[in-house]
């Protein structure tokens, strides 16, 4: 498939309701945020809207809009001493979102035009739980070390994080069960701030972690109902 055909596959499959969600979810954190925040925060937070609409959808260009998001995150997590958020972003978020071009464009429904969609099992669900526990707790020990700010806290949305993209790239619709837990962490991380009168407010971030635990909900009984969908269709459940 031509550059072109990718390209132009990134429109189909949308319907009007999902075209407005997208224009009002933008406009909603923009206008509530351009007189009060900083650039790199208004374009993190309208790129990250934009990433996790299109991760919805289905489409590639999630990926595309979740590395410019990275980058910018990154940026505005070290100013905040987040250092499990930098790390996140720069070390993981931005080379897996390369490989979710690739691994998405490699399994595309024709149906519905979107990444074909599967469920984890119980007993994988039970490990990745365990091994999340481990991880998360490592990770904060080593941030305390360093002296970051809330370690624990940062930890754990740092880890849970990596495995929901990593379940993203997989294309399991369980991914936005952990990005409901991640983004109620976050949405504390990023009040914090407001209550330090010696650091600049972070509307626009605080904004996009409102709205993406809004959207997690949303997209998951979505891809729930567009797996059935494709697996009606001789879609594939693997």
């Given at each position: 498939?031509?550059?072109?055909e ?19 979810s ?21 790129t ?11 489409k ?23 250092y499990?958020e ?13 490989y ?14 979107e990444a ?14 365990l ?11 080593f ?24 379940l ?14 991640i ?15 010696g650091?600049?407010k972070?509307?626009a ?20 109902s ?12 693997l």
């Open positions: 498939m031509s550059l072109k990718i390209f132009l596959r990134e429109f189909l499959g949308w319907k009007r309701s999902e075209v407005l969600y997208l224009l009002f933008v406009s909603f954190i923009l206008v509530l945020s351009l007189s009060r925040d900083s650039v790199f925060s208004i374009i993190a937070a309208v990250g809207c934009f990433a996790a609409i299109l991760t919805g959808q289905g590639l260009g999630a990926f595309v809009f979740g590395i410019v998001n990275s980058v910018l995150y990154g940026y505005i997590s070290y100013k905040y001493h987040y499990g930098v790390l996140l972003k720069f070390l993981v978020f931005i080379p897996l979102n390369f979710g071009i690739y691994s998405w464009n490699k399994n595309f429904s024709k149906t519905t035009h074909i969609k599967r469920h984890l099992t119980v007993k994988k669900g039970f490990y990745l739980v091994l999340i526990a481990i991880v998360s707790s490592m990770l904060g020990i941030l305390k070390f360093i002296n970051g700010n809330l370690p624990f806290v940062d930890a754990f949305s740092t880890v849970l994080a990596v495995f929901a993209l990593i993203c790239i997989k294309r399991y619709c369980e991914h936005w069960l952990l990005w409901v837990v983004n109620c962490v976050n949405i504390y991380l990023w009040i914090v701030p407001f209550f330090d009168n650091v600049q972070p509307y971030i605080l904004l996009m972690w409102i709205f993406y635990l809004v959207n997690s909900i949303i997209m998951y009984y979505r891809w729930y567009v797996e059935k969908i494709e697996n009606k269709n001789g879609g594939w459940f």
